[in-house]
């Protein structure tokens, strides 16, 4: 659940824009240079995170030394970026 809210949040900040960016009805394209660069190391944090808390063990440790804080931040960014991604 604490993944789940900040990745909402994101979505919620940049929900508005998109609604704008609809009205526009132009053609839709996706932002792979965007998605590669931020969102993609974003998810891979969260995954680190999420394995590391269900017992497997992993080899990143960085992010439990972050706490909840870089969690949250980290779900805000993946959020935001996923809907940013989407262009007309």
Same mark, same amino acid.
């Given at each position: 659940? &604490?993944?789940? %809210?900040? %990745?909402?949040?994101?979505?919620?900040?940049?929900?508005?824009?998109? $609604?704008?960016? $609809?009205?526009?009805?132009?053609?839709?394209? %996706?932002?792979?240079?965007? %998605?590669?660069?931020?969102?993609?190391?974003?998810?891979? $944090?969260?995954?680190?995170?999420?394995?590391?808390? &269900?017992? *497997?063990?992993? &080899?990143?440790?960085?992010?439990?030394?972050?706490?909840?804080?870089?969690?949250? *931040?980290?779900?805000?960014?993946?959020?935001?970026?996923?809907?940013?991604?989407?262009?007309?």
């Amino acid at each position: 659940m &604490s993944i789940v %809210f900040p %990745f909402a949040v994101g979505i919620l900040l940049r929900f508005p824009l998109l $609604i704008l960016e $609809i009205k526009e009805k132009r053609k839709w394209t %996706f932002d792979w240079q965007k %998605f590669t660069a931020i969102a993609f190391p974003t998810l891979f $944090i969260i995954t680190v995170f999420i394995l590391a808390h &269900s017992g *497997i063990q992993t &080899s990143v440790n960085f992010i439990l030394i972050g706490g909840a804080n870089f969690i949250s *931040i980290a779900g805000i960014v993946l959020g935001y970026t996923l809907l940013d991604c989407l262009k007309e």
